[in-house]
């Protein structure tokens, strides 16, 4: 009932929902409650609509990480940004890496986002050190301070942590609208 299941009649266009400050590509999908998406077992993707109360980290200059694509490994020193992978001498990228507490009547849940869907919930601000490049970190700050207390149409995916076998959820096919 709750997971996402496309029907193939269905545009993929995106759509605004005017009582919220995002858009999401699946309008057509139910809403879910927090409690309702902890009480499936992951992995499921839902929609549900929910109030940023936190963001963590606090201060959006530390957004971003730097990461190895290849072997997954991430924390290195951004400083370190035209430095091989110790483990695999790989390219490394920044990506974006942070969330959101968010609630609604029934409860409240973490919510992550991550590289390519950070930067797509972000406007397509692409992931910089935002430490020091102040356009970026002026922007991404201005969008964070935006959500806080807005209430937000998300599309989030539950899944399993991999070490702790903690439910997570991860927020896709979401972006905070141009107008907002």
């Known amino acids: 009932m709750l997971c996402f299941d496309p029907a ?3 545009s993929p266009k995106l759509v605004c929902h005017q009582e919220t400050c995002t ?3 699946h309008a057509c999908m139910e809403l879910a409650s927090v409690v309702q998406m902890l009480d499936c077992e992951p ?3 839902f929609r549900c609509r929910v109030k940023v109360t936190k963001c963590t ?3 959006p200059a530390h957004f971003t990480r730097l990461w190895c694509p290849s072997c997954k490994i991430d924390g290195y020193p951004l400083d ?3 430095a091989p992978c ?6 490394l990228e920044l990506l974006y890496v942070f969330s959101f507490t968010v609630r609604d009547r029934t409860g409240e849940i973490d919510v992550m986002l991550f590289g390519q869907d950070a930067t797509h919930f972000l406007q397509g601000v ?3 050190d935002l430490t020091q490049d102040q356009t970026a970190r002026e922007a ?3 969008l964070v301070r935006r959500v806080r207390g807005a209430w937000m149409d998300c599309c989030l995916k539950s899944y399993q942590h991999v070490h702790t076998g903690e439910t997570m959820f991860r927020i896709f096919d979401t972006e905070l609208a141009p107008e907002f």
Do not use: E, H, K, Y
């Not at 110790?86 to 390219?91: E, F, P, R, T």
């Open 8 to 10: 193939p009649s269905l």
């Open 126 to 128: 692409p992931a910089a």
């Open 43 to 45: 992995p499921r993707l």
């Open 57 to 59: 980290p606090s201060n």
């Open 80 to 82: 370190q940004i035209n």
């Open 140 to 142: 991404v700050t201005d």
């Open 86 to 91: 110790v483990s695999c001498a790989g390219l």
């Open 23 to 25: 858009i999401t590509a």
